[in-house]
């Protein structure tokens, strides 16, 4: 997920760590989780590494949104006679950009598909990335995977801009992209990790924050770089700041008691109750205990053919898995297609990335307010009206304005979403539903660039084929049922009985 999601795409491999983070809030109320205990719910520390997980998802942004600038709308003329094919001595028009991939590459007519396929790599590399570094994180524990997906993703960033072919730059940005899959998924484990259950879904939300930052920062990348290739030298310097980690990003303590190394998990823990001002006698024997207790409390995990066994299970994992695809199909196509509306395409793409991060602040109450079903409902159907209205008004501010509205209600869908899908799911599946549906969203991502290029058959072509999805995604989400003020199952026979009519709610409800 972009950011949630999208920035928030968390596969179900690491079942270590987000299972902690689900099981240890609302599934354990009745009991106080240990480590909150000692490191306190949110303090200075917690805060402290909120900061500096969340500057990770500023190159992030970077890398995944950078196709607007490295592939934006270049004209060129053959013979005098503008856009036409075949043209074997292209002339580009330079008056915005210097250089783009497609002029530097000449991709265009029957190349022309080279363009949407090194974005659709890249969204492949964070996929990729997500089921790889997932794995990595509960093997080597958090801190080792991440440190790699940063240097990594700062050596194959600024080898991109120096590739010497199409390919090889392609390739690159797929490497890149496996690492921005990487360091999404570690960063929201470790951020979780160390957070009360009571903050987790405000944090989860403020998560993609940094997202948005990052993609209004870029139209500035893009007017002072307007070469491609100094362009991406641009945004890949600034995630140098990143191997501050080395020295700074702590191990999680959950990771640590799991794999039974508890003297390093101790020494973490005290140093967090230092920094929050909290009481750091005994815990060394109460840590020993809890890790002991642990061993007798092992919740035997489900898999994907579960998911699919039985209706009520099987019918939400469609749903839910259909609102992913939309979302991040949807986010990531518009906004690329925001860059190829008329007018200025440095104020279309600020403008667009400013009302998503007014989107994100947005749901943060909207959680709290209102439930998860209407939220889905009203802006499925938002994002869906705003394309098919750009179809009908004038290219100009007013399509930029009406792609932007359907920009943020996605992002909105993409926060959501997240939650939605860890509430509906028992434990025992439910990092096997997040998989499956982060891998969809993966998957529609890996489409959106397609769509755009229907603009050159008929200009109505991608606002509608974009609002399409969201259409059909609105229209299923009325067959979930609200998970809002339930708390969370744990057995298959739990969540196969949940919201149906038959039976009474009143003993799901806190």
């Not at 890398?63 to 013979?79: E, G, K, N, S, V």
């Not at 823990?269 to 002991?292: G, M, Q, S």
């Not at 939605?420 to 969203?441: D, I, K, W």
């Amino acid at each position: 997920m972009p950011g949630v999601s999208g920035n928030n795409a968390v596969p179900a491999i690491f079942a270590s760590g987000l299972d902690r983070y689900l099981t240890s809030g609302t599934e354990a109320a009745q009991r106080v989780d240990l480590i909150q205990k000692i490191t306190g719910a949110f303090g200075k520390y917690q805060l402290f590494l909120c900061l500096l997980v969340f500057a990770s998802k500023i190159p992030i942004a970077f890398h995944q949104m950078a196709i607007i600038f490295l592939a934006p709308q270049t004209p060129y003329t053959c013979d005098g006679k503008p856009n036409v094919c075949p043209c074997p001595n292209p002339v580009y028009d330079r008056s915005i950009f210097n250089n783009t991939i497609i002029s530097e590459w000449d991709l265009i007519c029957g190349n022309r598909w080279l363009t949407s396929f090194s974005q659709t790599l890249f969204q492949l590399g964070t996929l990729l990335g997500s089921v790889f570094f997932g794995m990595a994180s509960d093997r080597f524990g958090r801190k080792i995977p991440m440190l790699v997906a940063v240097v990594v993703q700062i050596a194959l960033g600024i080898g991109a801009a120096f590739a010497p072919n199409y390919w090889t730059f392609s390739i690159m940005r797929l490497i890149v992209g496996i690492t921005v899959g990487g360091t999404m998924v570690i960063g929201f484990v470790i951020v979780m990790e160390f957070m009360g259950p009571q903050y987790r879904d405000v944090v989860s939300a403020v998560y993609q924050i940094p997202f948005n930052l990052g993609h209004m920062l870029l139209p500035l990348f893009g007017y002072f770089f307007r070469d491609y290739s100094n362009f991406q030298l641009a945004i890949s310097l600034p995630t140098l700041v990143l191997l501050s980690y080395l020295c700074l990003l702590p191990e999680t303590p959950r990771w640590l008691i799991a794999v039974h190394r508890t003297d390093e998990a101790v020494k973490i823990l005290e140093r967090v109750a230092k920094v929050n001002n909290l009481p750091t006698d005994n815990i060394k024997t109460e840590v020993e205990a809890y890790e002991r207790s642990l061993k007798g409390n092992t919740l035997k995990k489900g898999t994907i053919v579960d998911l699919v066994r039985t209706p009520n299970l099987r019918k939400n994992i469609i749903v839910m898995s259909i609102n992913w695809l939309a979302c991040s199909y949807f986010f990531y196509g518009v906004s690329q297609y925001v860059g190829q509306l008329s007018g200025d395409v440095f104020i279309n793409v600020a403008a667009s990335a400013s009302v998503t991060l007014l989107g994100t602040l947005f749901s943060i109450p909207l959680l709290k307010a209102i439930g998860r079903k209407t939220i889905l409902l009203i802006f499925n159907f938002v994002s869906a009206f705003s394309l098919l209205l750009l179809i009908a008004v004038p290219q100009g501010a007013a399509s930029v304005i009406c792609a932007s509205i359907g920009v943020v209600a996605s992002f909105i869908v993409f926060v959501v979403v997240y939650l939605y899908c860890s509430e509906l799911f028992p434990t025992v599946v439910r990092n096997a539903a997040l998989g499956v549906s982060s891998m969809m969203a993966r998957v529609g991502s890996m489409i959106a660039p397609f769509v755009i290029d229907l603009k050159l058959k008929a200009y109505w072509l991608p606002p509608l084929v974009f609002a399409v999805m969201p259409l059909i995604a609105g229209s299923l989400s009325l067959l979930l049922p609200e998970t809002k003020g339930c708390k969370l199952m744990t057995t298959i026979e739990e969540g196969e009985r949940f919201g149906k009519k038959i039976k009474s709610t009143s003993d799901e409800k806190r």
